[in-house]
C-alpha cells in the first residue's frame, strides 16, 4: 500500500512539474499577444486623435 502512495505522490509532482512547462510558456504567449493587442488600438487611437488635430 505504501508503494502504491509513494508511486502516486511521485507521478502527482511529475504531472505539476509538466503543467508548470505549459503554463509557463502559455502565460508568456498570452501576455505577449494581449499587449500587442492593446498597442495596436492605441496606435489606431492615436492615429485618429492626430486627424482631428489638423
Excluded: C, T, W
Excluded at 502504491?4 to 503554463?23: A, E, H, P, V
Amino acid at each position: 500500500m505504501q508503494l502504491i502512495q509513494n508511486g502516486y505522490r511521485s507521478f502527482s509532482l511529475m504531472m505539476d512539474l509538466g503543467l508548470d512547462r505549459i503554463l509557463i510558456p502559455l502565460a508568456i504567449v498570452v501576455g505577449l499577444a494581449g499587449g500587442a493587442m492593446i498597442g495596436a488600438e492605441l496606435s489606431q487611437i492615436q492615429k485618429h486623435e492626430q486627424h482631428f488635430i489638423r
